[in-house]
């Protein structure tokens, strides 16, 4: 695997080695080992996996508040996003910056979120796949965002009207936050 640094302290994309031939492919998606190697520590203790039947799907910006933040280690199985993570750790040089990438179910393309970020994509193609690992557990309390368009965070969205959740289409700004 191949651990690529984004603009963010202990944010990474990850290049897993895939080996493919006439009848599929192999990939490790995840090594325990292998990742602590490279600085990260996270004990995943749940999976998660989404389905979005359109493209133009928009869920997030989502993030769980303290003491029940998760990381999460992020990938696509069918179609493709365009991914967003929000640097939302008060004391970081990047706080409130954001950055994106593209991942596809060709491209194999993973990206390991680090606790404290807001995390949110939107569906390039129809019947995306979206699966994703976190370090702690849901706990509903805990459960927050930040509204895909806000205008402090200008996150340059691939699309101007987004296929919504009721709960997405309702959260709050970045600047009503006390981070």
């Excluded at 998606?29 to 190697?37: A, I, L």
């Excluded at 990260?40 to 869920?59: E, M, P, T, W």
């Excluded at 949110?120 to 995306?128: K, Q, R, S, Y």
């Excluded at 340059?156 to 987004?162: A, G, L, S, T």
């Amino acid at each position: 695997m191949e651990f690529i640094k984004t603009k963010f302290k202990d944010a990474f994309l990850i290049k897993p080695k895939v080996f493919s031939d006439h009848r599929g492919f192999f990939l490790e998606s995840y090594s325990e080992k292998v990742f602590q190697e490279n600085g990260i520590n996270a004990h995943f203790v749940q999976d998660n996996h989404s389905l979005s039947v359109s493209k133009g799907v928009l869920r997030g910006i989502h993030f769980q508040k303290s003491p029940f933040a998760q990381a999460k280690l992020v990938r696509v199985t069918r179609g493709s996003i365009y991914d967003v993570i929000a640097d939302l750790r008060k004391d970081s040089s990047t706080f409130g910056q954001w950055q994106s990438f593209e991942l596809t179910a060709s491209n194999f393309l993973m990206l390991f979120i680090p606790r404290d970020f807001g995390h949110g994509f939107c569906t390039l193609e129809d019947n995306t796949e979206f699966m994703y690992k976190v370090d702690n557990v849901y706990a509903p309390e805990a459960d927050s965002g930040i509204i895909w368009n806000d205008p402090d965070l200008k996150i340059d969205w691939p699309i101007e009207k987004p296929i919504l959740s009721e709960k997405d289409e309702k959260l709050p700004y970045f600047k009503e936050f006390n981070f």
